[in-house]
């Protein structure tokens, strides 16, 4: 696929993600075709193979938050946090599987610990790091090696479990109102549910990658 076509097929994502664009890069010696900078992160790149219909489908109703380890569903509405692939500890089993509901700004969202996407798990197959992070590569190491191993086997190793995310349900696209609705929801969590892991919002510096 030339980068024109990619140009062309990818627009709304290009649209909705300002700072990525799609470029040849140099990836373990070989020049491939990518999205540079998802996340506005140029820790990261997300390879595109010659037939690659299926991840610019995903990718065109995606939005990368460039201060989060998440995705945004655009048809849904639904913010997914990226938390582990990996096996779960007993105490985040409890965890797994909880929802609750939280009133924000007149409104009802629902929340919760459930798996993670299809669009995420595939995504995660062509996510490659590519520099230096402080941000743990947006938290997607765990979910890039658990595509790895299903590649390989259907049954990823033990050191794999159902991989995890924390949604929330019905809430529309702004960064700034999101930021300022997941502190408030940590706030109300620090207190009333030590158990629940926070959603780490880091500064703005280090969300870019720098």
Not at 16 to 31: H, I, Q
Request: charged share 25%.
């Amino acid at each position: 696929m030339e980068d024109a076509e990619a140009i062309q097929k990818l627009k709304p994502f290009l649209d909705s993600n300002p700072k990525s664009e799609v470029k040849k890069t140099s990836l373990t010696g070989e020049e491939i075709l990518a999205v540079s900078n998802p996340w506005g992160d140029p820790a990261m790149i997300i390879a595109l193979d010659d037939d690659q219909d299926d991840t610019i489908a995903i990718l065109n109703k995606i939005i990368f938050p460039e201060r989060l380890s998440a995705i945004f569903h655009v048809d849904s509405k639904r913010l997914e946090v990226l938390w582990t692939a990996y096996a779960l500890s007993n105490n985040n089993k409890e965890v797994f599987g909880r929802s609750f509901e939280f009133y924000y700004n007149n409104k009802t969202h629902k929340c919760h610990f459930a798996k993670a996407s299809d669009e995420l798990i595939a995504l995660s197959a062509f996510i490659k790091p590519v520099g230096p992070t402080e941000n743990g590569y947006r938290n997607t190491l765990s979910f890039i090696n658990y595509a790895f191993a299903l590649g390989i086997d259907e049954e990823p190793d033990k050191r794999f479990g159902v991989p995890a995310c924390f949604y929330i349900e019905d809430i529309d696209y702004s960064e700034d109102r999101i930021i300022e609705f997941l502190n408030c929801l940590n706030f109300y969590m620090s207190y009333y549910d030590a158990l629940t892991p926070r959603v780490i919002i880091p500064s703005a510096a280090i969300a870019e990658g720098a």
